[in-house]
């Protein structure tokens, strides 16, 4: 089974709500920093969220501007799970979603895409009328 693997993705409207989860396998999720980065075709790929590590680090989230106060990063330990719950979702939104996992040393939004060493395969996020 892969290591990470996303799920939740789908088509909204402008202003809809959408759900992802990150399920680990072979690992805690509470003993890394997780990160959600989007991408869309052609540009660089996009930090969106990210949590640190309870056993390495404080549990602390972090969001970009473009999302701050309109996403959720959160954990589930029992489901070895972390989600990022997407509210009033816009159509620059949209985006091939990836979430990432590292063993890092400090806070989690210090670090760009390529100091994660284990991604998922993406799940797509439309966003359009």
């Known amino acids: 089974q892969a290591p990470l693997v996303e799920a939740g993705g789908g088509s909204v409207q402008p202003g809809g709500s959408l759900r992802l989860s990150c399920a680990a396998s072979?690992?805690?999720?509470?003993?890394?920093?997780i990160a959600w980065f989007r991408q869309v075709p052609g540009e660089e790929r996009e930090a969106v969220s990210c949590i640190n590590s309870d056993t390495r680090g404080d549990g602390a989230s972090w969001y970009s501007d473009s999302v701050k106060g309109r996403f959720t990063i959160s954990r589930d330990t029992a489901q070895n799970t972390v989600f990022l719950q997407m509210e009033d979702l816009k159509p620059e939104d949209t985006a091939l979603y990836y979430c990432?996992?590292?063993?890092?040393?400090?806070?989690?939004?210090?670090?760009?895409?390529?100091?994660?060493?284990?991604w998922g395969q993406g799940t797509q996020v439309t966003v359009s009328s």
């Open positions: 072979g690992f805690r999720t509470n003993s890394v920093h």
């Open positions: 990432a996992s590292g063993h890092l040393a400090l806070s989690c939004k210090n670090y760009q895409a390529h100091e994660y060493g284990t």
